[in-house]
């Protein structure tokens, strides 16, 4: 087994240092400074070398942030082994992900912090876990959302991940809002350490809980997904409170619907909103909005390059993961990847239209699920609209729209309000031909929308 590499997170350590009396996460509300995050580290470092874990080895963290799962995280990453976050949201896949990852160690961390470690049998021998650990270069695996499909284990070496953190930048109070597996929690997580930041874990994603917490902690960023706006500012949580510390909301993970976009620029006019880009095989992209209020954007981060090609994004970048376990390499030989996102083009900037697995054929004419959603968000009664296609034998797929109503409302009702309301605004096509009612069944674990059908 190899040695741990020199490319590990020495580097971040070495940083918290200078910051030892300065709080680094704050977990239900209890408040840890960087010097008893290094503490647990170390702490972490010794019970992997009582364990027996050999740097290299796969390991996977089952829970949710925390002051335990926090520093694991950063001692498995800096022992040099590969680590594999798996939130307990994915409870009915996690066999599943466990053994795709070929894990060797499980550490599950409860609610209360408390945790149990113990080794599976067997070992890892897929070739790319196996090139990484003879590296000594750690490891991240993250499973794509799975939200259109099966999910995919990427592979990242956590070198190539770190490079963009390592540049010096204003500490800022910041929510970490994203699930424990996601590639943009993560970033978030380890970027806002590399430079002296306070993180404030929730353990709710309900928006009155998340909306206390910026108040009580005067967060000043928050990274969240469009779909949570869009809950926050119809359940009114951002007026029960006081969020005069926030000066960005950042979001991503999919796209934004106009109408949300406004509503939030309207609550939120004092506050920078900043459109992000990623993927759990890309890493997340440096990207600036065209302006408050717009969903166009520019990734305009160092090596990162872009073109589009037939009205799809293909991105070449450094962070890129260096492999999927369970499926085909996605890269060009030139190291391009094919995002699968539609997009539009004006100068520099890109509109993201939808991922093109989520066009809808409609006899011919096509259109992308977000351009009905949003406006199906303007009408009275609607907490959330999720579209998708439906196979269809005379017009190859009709366009089905499931709907959260606020209250109650008659399917039938609702389904003549829905075309009454997008006629004259939508083509003919586009009108949702048929309306499921589903309380609450729009959204995800990840906060962000299911278009597979229920």
Not at 2 to 7: E, I, K, P, Y
Not at 185 to 198: A, F, K
Request: charged share 25%; proline share 6%.
């Amino acid at each position: 087994m190899a040695s741990r590499g020199a490319n590990s997170l020495s580097w971040l350590t070495e940083r918290m240092q200078d910051w030892t009396d300065h709080v680094a996460i704050v977990w239900r509300d209890r408040p840890s400074t960087y010097g008893d995050l290094l503490a647990r580290i170390a702490a972490w470092r010794d019970r992997l070398v009582q364990a027996g874990v050999s740097p290299g080895e796969v390991i996977a963290i089952e829970g949710d942030y925390s002051a335990e799962t926090c520093a694991l995280l950063l001692a498995s990453i800096d022992y040099g082994a590969l680590v594999v976050p798996i939130a307990r949201t994915m409870g009915p896949h996690r066999e599943e992900m466990l053994a795709t990852a070929e894990v060797e160690w499980l550490v599950s961390v409860d609610d209360s912090d408390d945790w149990a470690m113990r080794r599976r049998p067997g070992s890892a021998t897929h070739p790319l876990i196996r090139q990484l650990a003879n590296s000594g270069t750690p490891g991240l695996i993250i499973f794509t959302s799975g939200s259109t499909g099966k999910s995919k284990a990427a592979l990242h070496g956590v070198d190539r991940l770190v490079k963009h953190w390592k540049a010096p930048r204003q500490p800022i109070v910041t929510l970490n809002f994203l699930l424990f597996d996601h590639i943009g929690g993560i970033n978030t997580l380890l970027q806002m350490l590399s430079c002296g930041s306070t993180v404030v874990f929730t353990a709710s994603r309900d928006p009155d809980e998340v909306c206390r917490l910026i108040e009580r902690h005067r967060i000043e960023l928050l990274p969240v997904s469009p779909t949570f706006l869009n809950l926050m500012l119809l359940a009114n949580a951002h007026e029960r409170h006081d969020l005069t510390s926030l000066r960005v909301i950042s979001y991503g993970t999919e796209v934004m619907p106009e109408s949300t976009l406004a509503r939030l620029r309207a609550a939120f006019p004092d506050v920078r909103l900043k459109q992000l880009y990623g993927m759990s095989e890309l890493g997340i992209m440096r990207s600036k909005s065209r302006a408050d209020g717009s969903v166009w954007v520019k990734l305009d981060g160092g090596d990162t390059k872009t073109r589009v090609v037939d009205g799809i994004l293909w991105v070449r970048t450094p962070t890129a993961m260096l492999g999927y376990l369970n499926a085909p390499s996605p890269f060009d030989r030139d190291g391009w990847m094919n995002t699968g996102d539609a997009v539009e083009v004006d100068g520099t900037y890109l509109r993201v239209l939808g991922r093109k697995s989520e066009l809808i054929n409609v006899g011919g004419s096509k259109l992308y699920p977000a351009e009905v959603e949003t406006v199906l968000m303007q009408m009275e009664n609607i907490r959330d609209a999720t579209v998708f296609g439906e196979p269809n034998p005379i017009m190859g797929q009709i366009v089905v729209a499931r709907i959260d109503p606020i209250e109650p409302e008659h399917p039938r009702e609702l389904a003549g309000r829905v075309r009454a309301f997008c006629s004259g605004k939508l083509a003919p096509y586009k009108i949702p031909v048929k309306v499921v009612v589903e309380d609450g069944a729009t959204v995800g674990p990840r906060y962000k929308k299911m278009r597979t059908p229920a």
